[in-house]
């Protein structure tokens, strides 16, 4: 079983979905009395370019898809308290995503608690591959609409990386109500990340 961002994970599980979202504008949607879930603020794209292998992630091109995420969206990204991660349960792999996070978000003040809930949908059902994004797309929307942090299960010793006393993310392992604790709405970022280093 996949268990991302934890110590004794050990890689992925395949699974197989189809997820479906209706994309509206805002405006519309407003005009047409719809039940929104979610405003999409801004989407990222990079690509790692040339690298070691198919499978060997960049933490470097991944953290480019993050900056220009959030610069679209005209978000700063100590607002965010929920990243929904790609999180595959890939030792290398969740290491390499937080430190890309890390490096976008910055670190926590001294003695400042970790601020941003960190978690991975394939934790219950596996990486389902081309459907990967749009089910945590689904997660977060249904967790903003819920006011909800949604926990990453089988996740119960977070990696060393994610241990270290200044990182602004934690492990969320259990499901707890969405307090926001800042000025800003309630934000949540979801990374998608392929193949070959096409990231967003």
């Known amino acids: 079983d996949a268990r991302p961002f934890d110590a004794e994970g050990d890689g ?24 929104v879930y979610a405003v999409i603020k801004g989407i990222g ?4 370019g040339r690298g070691r292998a198919i499978y060997a992630p960049s933490d470097a091109g991944q953290a480019k898809a993050l900056r220009r ?5 005209g978000v700063d990204a100590r ?3 929920l990243v929904e991660a790609h999180g595959t349960g890939t030792k290398v792999g969740d290491a390499t995503e937080i430190k890309a996070l890390v490096e976008v978000f910055g670190q926590a003040e001294l ?25 945590g797309l689904i997660k977060i929307a249904l967790a903003l609409h819920r006011k909800v942090l949604p926990p990453s299960i ?22 707890r109500p969405w307090l926001s604790s800042s000025d800003s709405p309630r934000r949540a970022a979801l990374s998608a990340l392929g193949f070959g280093g096409s990231n967003f």
């Open 45 to 48: 794209s990079s690509s790692d």
């Open 111 to 135: 003695g400042q608690p970790p601020w941003c809930a960190l978690g991975s949908v394939k934790s219950q059902i596996g990486h389902t591959k081309a459907a990967a994004g749009v089910s």
């Open 154 to 175: 089988k996740a119960r010793k977070p990696l060393p990386i994610l241990r270290q006393e200044r990182t602004p993310l934690y492990l969320n392992n259990a499901l």
């Open 79 to 81: 607002s965010i308290e």
């Open 12 to 35: 992925t599980i395949l699974g197989e979905g189809v997820g479906m979202v209706a994309l509206k504008r805002l405006a519309d949607a407003q005009r047409d009395g719809d039940r």
């Open 69 to 73: 995420a959030y610069e679209r969206a």
